[in-house]
């Protein structure tokens, strides 16, 4: 119901000074995202990072006059309905481009869709590997979770791990891609892996698992799981007594939500630095804040924000009345565009970003590692 009356308001979303002047042109945007189950703090989080940004850019004209309207489609994270969700949207004419879907596995499964229709799909939040190239259509925006490099390194340089244990989501492409690289990693650093431990991604119970990484008795646990699921391992962790720090991969989502206070402490990589003194990264936290008391952005959050400052960006470079190609082309040469999740350029479908953040979990929120 919360959703359902967020969309509606976002509808109404206009500047207040163009009620006196000519109606604006509707421009509609699809939004497919996963808001409903274990996976809906990742939709709701765009959604959310995506109103702000609509009431700033609202707020000084980026769109000239025309009124951005939402058209929204549950996903369920599942990629059959991901991909029925993308062809609802593309198949209505007056819809410009589409935001979303949500994970990777979705995003892969939809973007075949999206190039066949010709609609410019943003996958906001996808960060996992993919298995062929996106398409001219599809842009990804959200920073590689599988390139683990710069996390390691930094842990390596902090807490000197000689050993650690590994887990991993047998049933998550991200994951399993991610794996690969870690091990990578740890050998160049010179880091023994002492236990590798797989879960599924629906499993419930992790105490088989943590009992066998606390035997091995490793510096760091090192985990890539998505979040509902990473906040599982955590929570089990703790209640079992793992001491050791905690390493969650470069996409922890709102593991808070599941492992509640035992998540203080966990250190990970964010694309989105929330305490950053960069002055976009502070009028967007401050602007959520008075927006939506009580939360903290995360770089989901953020990934939202930075879809529309792409898509009012490239809209303003891509005619006075854009259609779908004039869009994708202006997205396609987008290049040092200012987001709070870094400084964008885009080739093809790929993104390219200035910096990521050391974050650290305290008090359930993400915040600098300093």
């Not at 765009?46 to 940004?53: E, I, P, R, S």
């Not at 009012?312 to 779908?324: I, K, L, S, V």
């Amino acid at each position: 119901m919360k959703i359902r009356s967020l969309l509606a308001a976002i509808a109404l979303l206009a500047s207040p000074f163009l009620a006196a002047q000519a109606p604006a042109q509707e421009v509609k945007i699809g939004v497919a995202q996963v808001f409903e189950g274990p996976s809906g703090f990742y939709g709701d989080a765009a959604l959310k990072g995506m109103t702000v940004a609509l009431e700033m850019l609202n707020e000084r004209n980026a769109f000239k006059g025309k009124k951005i309207v939402f058209v929204t489609e549950e996903t369920q994270g599942r990629p059959p309905v991901a991909t029925a969700a993308i062809r609802k949207l593309a198949g209505q004419s007056d819809i410009l481009a589409i935001v979303g879907p949500t994970r990777s596995v979705e995003a892969i499964a939809a973007a075949p869709i999206a190039n066949q229709a010709q609609i410019p799909m943003i996958a906001q939040a996808s960060g996992g590997k993919w298995p062929q190239p996106p398409g001219e259509w599809v842009f990804k925006l959200a920073m590689p979770a599988y390139e683990n490099a710069a996390l390691m390194q930094a842990v390596a340089d902090r807490l000197k791990p000689k050993t650690m244990a590994v887990m991993y989501d047998l049933d998550d492409e991200a994951s399993l891609s991610a794996l690969d690289d870690i091990k990578a990693q740890a050998r160049r650093l010179n880091i023994a892996i002492v236990a590798t431990e797989a879960h599924r991604g629906n499993d419930v119970d992790m105490a088989p698992q943590i009992s066998r990484v606390r035997a091995a008795n490793p510096d760091i646990l090192y985990y890539a799981s998505k979040a509902e699921t990473g906040g599982l391992i955590i929570r089990t962790a703790r209640e079992r007594g793992f001491k050791a720090p905690i390493v969650a991969w470069p996409a922890p989502g709102g593991i808070e939500k599941v492992a509640k206070e035992a998540a203080d402490g966990v250190i990970s990589q964010s694309a989105l630095d929330p305490d950053s003194p960069d002055p976009v990264v502070r009028d967007f936290v401050t602007r959520f804040a008075k927006k939506y008391p009580g939360v903290k952005p995360d770089h989901y959050h953020g990934y939202g924000y930075d879809a529309m400052l792409l898509l009012a960006d490239a809209m303003n470079r891509a005619g006075a009345t854009p259609t779908r190609q004039s869009l994708r082309d202006a997205i396609a040469s987008t290049k040092d565009l200012k987001g709070v999740t870094g400084t964008l350029s885009w080739t093809g479908s790929e993104v390219t970003r200035s910096t990521a953040a050391l974050v650290v979990m305290q008090k359930g929120a993400w915040t600098t590692y300093k």
